[in-house]
């Protein structure tokens, strides 16, 4: 780890677990939020979110293969019209500088989810993409994530 960020600066932390509960007090489904953060983690290359949004996905009863499969979303079977459409808001808004997020991807978001889902589906995707620069920025050790419970 080049710094250990929790510790050195505990208002940053502060500040990101707020976007975090925010999203938490929304009406959007755990299993999907750990989703989009297992996708937004692996398009940025982020070992140590994958670990532990894998270990919190599992936690929480998410099959495995969904998670193996999340790399390759769009041709598993295994998600839902909502999660598709949740999985590719996150990779347009993830990929920013390649991706426009065309109003068809929008069409399709509004089909699944109401405006205060889409705007705490957005902020989930911000707060992650946020993580994801700290965990790769200053080298997180991965692995050594460890769900509260204590379960892996």
């Known amino acids: 780890m080049r710094i250990d960020y929790r510790h050195v600066f505990p208002a940053a932390i502060d500040a990101m677990a707020g976007l975090e509960k925010t999203v938490r007090t929304s009406t959007l489904e755990p299993e999907l939020l750990e989703l989009v953060k297992l996708r937004a983690s692996q398009l ?34 295994c998600y839902s019209e909502r999660e598709r459409a949740a999985l590719a808001w996150c990779e347009a808004v993830t990929l920013l500088s ?13 089909r699944h989810f109401d405006d205060e ?28 994530y460890q769900p509260a419970d204590g379960r892996t």
């Open 98 to 110: 390649s991706s426009d997020v065309p109003d068809e991807l929008y069409d399709e978001v509004r």
């Open 44 to 77: 940025n290359g982020c070992g140590y979110c994958v670990d532990m949004h894998t270990k919190d996905a599992t936690a929480i009863g998410v099959d495995a293969q969904r998670l193996h499969l999340a790399v390759a979303w769009r041709e598993a079977p």
């Open 117 to 144: 889902e889409i705007v705490a589906l957005t902020l989930a995707v911000v707060a992650i993409n946020g993580w994801n620069r700290f965990a790769v920025g200053l080298r997180s050790p991965v692995g050594s």
